[in-house]
């Protein structure tokens, strides 16, 4: 009955492969995020979705997109893989966007490896 | 980006309270104060969250300061579980987290 699920937990692949990773909210949530923590630890959002708006951090390259098939899940699919990219990914869920009161509930990470 | 000043790290004795200090100086009327914590490799974990007032609920206790411009989280009991790294986040719809204070409990 886990809340916000992520998969794979690990991911090793080369550089400039294409990548997904899948996540799923139990949660009835109408809006779902996208993290990176890098080696610094440092937690940056890089998306939040849901059926009406994306708003994507500037920062976040364009080989970086995610992808809605329904409201309960957001999958990354990231291409042409780099160095950098190598990371760990969270996903997160909240009620809704935009309301300064909702509780984000996160996913238990995918940890990328790109060599 | 993050809108947030926290010390980069604290001990604390089993049992003691913990007191972590947020400084949010630039804050908005409307932006709550957020804390939440991450142990170990594991995703981000809710704690507390308020606008003005104080607020308690079964993990801590949220102190925020009458001109909003600085919070503490409270652990009251802190156990060695509770050790991992605190973020006191401000915001709205997106969050901008911190580098986070690592609170390591010592027996």
């Known amino acids: 009955d886990t809340a916000v699920s992520q998969t794979p937990k690990y991911l090793v692949t080369q550089m400039g492969n294409d990548k997904s990773i899948k996540c799923e909210q139990n949660l009835g949530h109408d809006t779902m995020y996208w993290y990176k923590q890098d080696s610094k630890k440092f937690l940056k959002i890089m998306f939040s979705y849901n059926n009406k708006e994306l708003i994507i951090n500037e920062t976040v390259p364009n080989r970086f997109s995610p992808k809605s098939p329904d409201k309960a899940h957001l999958n990354l699919h990231i291409n042409s893989l780099e160095l950098g990219d190598s990371a760990v990914y969270f996903c997160a869920s909240s009620r809704r966007l935009a309301h300064s009161t909702d509780t984000q509930y996160f996913g238990p990470g995918t940890r990328l490896t790109v060599l | 980006d993050a809108k947030t000043t926290q010390p980069p790290s604290m001990d604390c004795a089993e049992g003691r309270a913990a007191n972590l200090p947020c400084n949010h100086s630039?804050?908005?009327?409307?932006?709550?104060v957020y804390w939440y914590r991450q142990i170990h490799s594991q995703g981000p974990q809710y704690i507390i969250h308020?606008?003005?007032n104080n607020e308690t609920n079964e993990m801590a206790s949220l102190i925020i300061t009458e001109d909003r411009k600085s919070s503490t989280l409270i652990l009251p009991h802190a156990t060695l579980r509770d050790t991992a790294v605190y973020y006191c986040i401000v915001g709205g719809n997106q969050f901008y987290f911190g580098t986070g204070t690592s609170l390591t409990v010592i027996p």
């Open positions: 630039t804050i908005s009327g409307n932006e709550y």
């Open positions: 308020g606008l003005k």
